[in-house]
């Protein structure tokens, strides 16, 4: 399935979490995610978790946590 991630689209395979998909888009991402430097936020703004599921067709940005 095709997810987008910081305007990149990524294939991922059905299942997948948000962590798997930080993970097929960047390691350094990935490290800095689970670090807690990053947040990942969906499409309206809303923070997300990083075991939650990702469907097809969804938009998620990469923030730096302030």
Known sequence: MKVVLNKCEIS?????????????????????????KLCVYDRFGNLTEVDGPVYEGQVFFLKRVE
């Not at 962590?19 to 807690?36: I, N, T």
Request: hydrophobic share 45%; glycine share 8%.
């Open 12 to 36: 991922i395979f059905k299942g997948a979490r948000i962590s798997d998909l930080v993970l097929a888009y960047s390691e350094r991402s990935f490290k800095m995610l689970k670090s807690g």
